[in-house]
């Protein structure tokens, strides 16, 4: 019975619930992630969603939530709620790999901000998730420790880079999850398995022990079950930090205090750039379902133009693969990490150790930014790429003079067959279309689910905002689905 009790609880209902039922003591936070550890081993062999397992910690962290549950202290929201974290964040005395051979043996020395943040607020840390490499992916399929798969079907791709997070969550093998988005990185797993991701407003969230891919677009977010969930967990991870010197020292509100209200009134634009030619007729047909379902709740819709949208991708390729040729230049084998053992002089060393570490999309983006930052090419590439998104950042805000959110889909498509464009970079690339805009301005997006195609496959539904609007998104994403059940459906595995 208690078995049955614990199955039902887990897999089905939010975090919300979850404290209620620790807070009566029908449930211990030791007895919850008991069954996060049974689930995984029921149904990871099927996912790969993990890269390792963080035991210790999680049963030491849910025996302190019992014992003060036990002498009747208070708890921050979320104490006790499992949640599994991206492994490219730093975790004291865990191996974080970032999904690459290169860091495949490295242990952190230190917590990331995000991990002091769990600590503090008492969530137990059940695993690290897997991912594409270095987070550059699409698909989840570059990562040195196998592909994650879709708990939808387990022959699509959960969407990249954070896709073991997003299945970790959709599969009920963890509550709550966190994932890094650098162009949609959050957003387009969620939209793949039918689950809540967020990215936050750029410097909301503290990317002090992020293993950095691109450190002007990066940024760490939310998975969860429902919004209210995702609305707890983004409240408990923000907040300034002296650690990252683009991290917003502003107070953080409390976000769930607003979800319940209506909004009527409230002017939403849809982005018609992103409902034309290259969109699946069926995530259309989604699209244009949750525009009416909006209108029922009394807002307001426009369609709005983002002229500038053509030239997101070639924008974002040329900034983010610079900044990732920078950043991956400290794995070169002296420090720390894999080192080749046969070099013979420093230059062989360098070179043998990065050509054995680095997977070939990682080693493509290297090359592709080290040729964009090079002299005489500099001008040419990376700084007419910043130029650019200068633009992209003016049609945004030319956007929000006339409405308060902007609409589109997640992706054209749904989840995409593993192995079906893992040999096409280009259409990898435009996998992201419709999420690297919030990145480049630095935006807060949210995926909601908003159907499925007629293979039973989630469609995501993309809100975007100013920059720290996330009360205003969170409430439109919290509105809209409670008015719909999408987000109560669950995968059969």
């Known amino acids: 019975m208690a078995d049955e009790k614990l199955k039902d609880a887990l897999c089905y209902k939010t975090a919300v619930e979850l404290r209620k039922a620790l807070l009566k003591r029908e449930i211990s936070a030791k007895e919850l992630v008991d069954y996060s550890y049974r689930r995984i081993d029921e149904v990871d062999g099927k996912l790969n969603a993990f890269i390792s397992l963080t035991k210790q910690y999680a049963y030491r962290t849910a025996e302190e939530v019992d014992r003060r549950i036990k002498i009747n202290s208070d708890l ?43 600590e503090e607020n008492l969530i137990p840390i059940i695993g690290k998730a897997n991912l594409d490499e270095f987070a550059m992916g699409s698909s989840n399929e570059n990562s040195a420790f196998g592909d994650v798969k879709n708990p939808w079907n387990f022959n699509k791709a959960p969407g990249g880079s954070s896709g073991g997070s997003a299945a970790a ?64 967990l983004l409240r408990a991870i923000s907040g300034n930090d002296p650690m990252d010197s683009t991290s917003i020292n502003l107070p953080v509100p409390d976000y769930s205090a607003t979800l319940k209200e209506d909004i009527k009134g409230l002017r939403i634009g849809v982005i018609t750039e992103f409902l034309g030619e290259g969109i699946n007729p069926e995530v259309k047909d989604a699209i244009n379902a949750s525009i009416r379902v909006y209108e029922d709740l009394g807002a307001k819709i426009e369609e709005i133009s983002v002229p500038n949208t053509k030239y997101v991708i070639s924008t974002y390729y040329v900034i983010a693969m610079a900044e990732a040729s920078s ?42 930014g080290t040729y964009a930052l090079s002299s005489g090419y500099y001008d040419a590439y990376y700084k007419k790429a910043q130029q650019v998104r200068s633009l992209i950042k003016k049609d945004f805000d030319k956007a929000f003079e006339q409405v308060d959110l902007l609409l589109s889909p997640v992706s054209p498509t749904t989840a995409i067959d593993l192995g079906s464009i893992i040999n096409d970079p280009l259409s990898m690339y435009l996998m992201d279309i419709c999420t690297i805009m919030a990145n480049l301005g630095g935006l807060p997006g949210i995926s909601i689910p908003c159907g499925f195609d007629s293979k039973g496959l989630p469609i995501g539904l993309q809100l975007v905002g100013p920059a720290l609007s996330e009360e205003l998104m969170l409430r439109a994403a919290y509105n809209f689905e409670q008015a719909t059940d999408f987000h109560t459906k669950n995968p059969a595995i």
């Open 327 to 368: 950043n991956l230049a400290r794995f070169d084998g002296v420090k720390f990490g894999h080192r080749n053992k046969d070099a013979e002089n420093l230059m062989e060393m360098y070179t043998k150790t990065r050509a054995e570490g680095f997977g070939e999309e990682v080693k493509r983006r290297i090359m592709l």
């Open 76 to 118: 921050p929201l979320l104490a006790g709620i499992p949640i599994a974290i991206k492994d490219n964040m730093c975790m004291h005395g865990i191996r974080t790999t970032a999904a690459s051979r290169i860091l495949e043996n490295y242990v952190a020395p230190y917590n990331s901000t995000v991990v002091k943040k769990l």
């Open 169 to 232: 969550v959709s599969s009920g093998e963890s509550v709550l999850a966190l994932g890094s988005d650098t162009g949609g990185s959050i957003r387009l797993p969620a939209s793949f398995c039918g689950v809540v991701g967020m990215k936050p407003t750029y410097g909301r969230v503290s990317r002090f022990g992020l293993i950095a891919f691109a450190s002007s677009l990066d940024q760490i977010g939310p998975f969860a079950r429902n919004v209210e969930d995702a609305a707890l």
